[in-house]
């Protein structure tokens, strides 16, 4: 087992808060992102689109003060900012590459998000409009190196622990100081919560994401990035390794809410918020439910998904890795990396954590400055090493049609192990029936891991 593999598999792609290793933005050409002399540009308008205080809360007003700052700076400027819809967000990004006009950046979730928008020649890689030393500071861009380039920069730190409410675990007797680590444990305390009179687990599931972001940490215990490439060209999603985590997702069945499909994802969040149960899966937004809840003199803490299976990495939290990436389509692509690069500045970094609680995903943010126990926590943990985002390296459709539905079969139904082993199958099968040219990228791509 090679060098490169165990690097990428252990850091979910590459990513090393610690900056301490060389990466693959090297090679760069000069005059980029950073770099980029702004004023031979002449008078232009930037134009960009994302998701907002949808998916991060409170974070709109960070890019308005950036986009001042930045057209402050380069007053021949200026950029328009255009929050999108997340439900009809891809297929909207789909269309305008189609048409061959759009925004000249977009927000974009990490993975196949991204990488089937590159596919389908809707973007330019980062290596075009970023520098070596813009690249440098942020690891994780090696999430969605496909094709010798790499193809998002991630902002923020988004990782997933699971949350949970000090004072009822201590209500329960539990241990607030040392919560559950592996499987065994975390079951047991499901129950002793529920004795107690206390909701063990919160979940919204109608959204369809809760089914993501909660699956993650049970699947990439199961497979490795590799593992995981190739059952997406030729793997049984019906064989007895892939239904292991569906097995344990059925055992927590009777600690969640029995609402699941009529909550928002963030409903999941506001009920442990509001003190309504223990313990909830982190989505976004759950920075910022933890700073509320210190706010208002409560004592959240974070935890470990708890692991249940050697093979993988679930003694690591997951790692996704959203940021922005410049369009195809784009009159100012240098223009549009040099923007992009400015989110990056160490005023930008540190005006993310303070104004909207959001751990930046540079190397060049100072962890230190974490001011809560749960940031320095997260932060730590980081530092240790993160594993993969399951999610984010089999196709969208197997999300949407394959994670959301059998989540929302299972958790809100009556789908058994063997029903949503056979949904995923199901999914996948019909995907390669259409998707030949996708399959050979997803070949291209497992050789980065050979």
């Not at 496909?146 to 991630?154: A, L, R, S, V, Y």
């Not at 069945?253 to 969040?269: F, H, I, Q, R, V």
């Not at 976004?284 to 803490?301: C, E, R, S, T, V």
């Not at 369009?327 to 005006?351: C, D, I, Q, V, Y």
């Amino acid at each position: 087992m090679n060098s490169k593999y165990l690097a990428r598999t252990a850091l979910a792609s590459a990513l090393a808060i610690s900056g301490a290793w060389a990466l693959a933005g090297a090679a760069s050409a000069d005059g980029l992102g950073s770099d980029y002399d702004v004023s031979k540009a002449g008078d232009q308008e930037l134009t960009l689109w994302w998701l907002g205080n949808q998916e991060v809360p409170g974070i709109e007003p960070w890019m308005e003060e950036s986009v001042a700052a930045y057209e402050k700076l380069h007053p021949n400027v200026k950029i328009k900012t255009v929050v999108q819809a997340v439900d009809t967000y891809n297929t909207q990004q789909k269309t305008a590459c189609k048409g061959g006009s759009g925004p000249d950046i977009w927000y974009n979730w990490g993975g196949t998000w991204s990488l089937e928008l590159a596919w389908e020649d809707c973007l330019v890689p980062n290596e075009a409009v970023l520098s070596a030393e813009d690249l440098k500071g942020v690891p994780s861009v090696e999430g969605t190196r496909w094709g010798g380039k790499t193809w998002i920069h991630p902002f923020e730190l988004r990782i997933f622990p699971v949350v949970y409410d000090r004072d009822l675990f201590q209500k329960a007797g539990l241990d607030p100081d040392n919560p559950p680590k592996s499987w065994d444990e975390f079951i047991a305390a499901c129950k002793k919560l529920k004795d107690a009179g206390i909701a063990p687990l919160a979940l919204g599931l109608k959204d369809g994401f809760g089914g993501e972001i909660s699956g993650v940490g049970l699947q990439s215990q199961v497979f490795t990035i590799p593992e995981f490439l190739q059952m997406v060209i030729d793997g049984d999603f019906t064989h007895d390794n892939w239904k292991s985590w569906l097995n344990k997702l059925a055992e927590l069945k009777p600690y969640y809410n029995e609402d699941t499909n009529s909550l928002l994802l963030a409903d999941g969040l506001a009920r442990v918020q509001d003190g309504e149960a223990a313990m909830v899966f982190a989505s976004p937004g759950y920075l910022q439910m933890i700073a509320a809840m210190y706010d208002a003199g409560k004592h959240p803490g974070v935890m470990k998904v708890p692991q249940f299976n050697e093979h993988g990495r679930g003694d690591h939290l997951t790692v996704d890795t959203p940021g922005f990436q410049v369009t195809k389509f784009s009159k100012n692509k240098e223009l549009a990396g040099s923007f992009m690069a400015f989110l990056h500045t160490p005023e930008r970094l540190e005006a993310l954590y303070e104004g909207s609680g959001t751990l930046p995903i540079d190397v060049r943010w100072d962890p230190s400055k974490a001011k809560r126990d749960t940031d320095k926590q997260l932060s730590a943990w980081a530092k240790e090493g993160l594993t993969y985002y399951s999610a984010n390296y089999y196709p969208i459709d197997l999300d949407v049609n394959g994670n959301f539905v059998v989540f929302q079969g299972m958790l809100g139904g009556d789908m058994t192990v063997d029903q949503a082993a056979e949904t995923y199958q199901t999914v996948i099968t019909k995907w390669r029936s259409v998707h030949a040219a996708d399959i050979e990228n997803y070949k291209a791509w497992l050789k980065d891991y050979q």
